[in-house]
Nanobody, 116 residues
Framework: QVQLVEAGGGSVQAGGSQRLSCAAS????????MGWYRQAPGKQRELVAS???????NYADSVKDRFTVSGDNAKDTVTLQMNSLKPEDTAVYYC??????????WGQGTQVTVSS
């Protein structure tokens, strides 16, 4: 099993920044990717950014050049730095980890609200 604990989130004005962090514990040895998804009211959960074990990152088009995902393999953490936030970034953000043998794991979610 893998447990994911998120930190960060809250309310911010448009144009501001926020930083989300997620720490994994448990059977972390076989985690090969981590990242962040988000879900806005009435919408499907979508990938925001991910990072694989080799350090390759992937971003949703809507957040490219504004968000940065980074990982620390030694500490089993993943961080999402969000800059130039927009009201449309408002959502519940979920930490995600992929375990090579056991599939996907999710954090409990943290609310990010961007006001105009």
């Amino acid at each position: 099993q893998v447990q994911l604990v998120e930190a960060g989130g809250g309310s911010v004005q448009a144009g501001g920044s926020q930083r989300l962090s997620c720490a994994a514990s448990g059977s972390t040895f076989s985690i090969d990717a981590m990242g962040w998804y988000r879900q806005a009211p009435g919408k499907q959960r979508e990938l925001v950014a991910s990072i694989i074990s080799g350090g390759v990152t992937n971003y949703a088009d809507s957040v490219k050049d504004r968000f940065t995902v980074s990982g620390d393999n030694a500490k089993d953490t993943v961080t999402l730095q969000m800059n130039s936030l927009k009201p449309e970034d408002t959502a519940v953000y979920y930490c995600w980890a992929h375990h090579r043998f056991r599939g996907d794991y999710w954090g409990q979610g943290t609310q990010v609200t961007v006001s105009s």
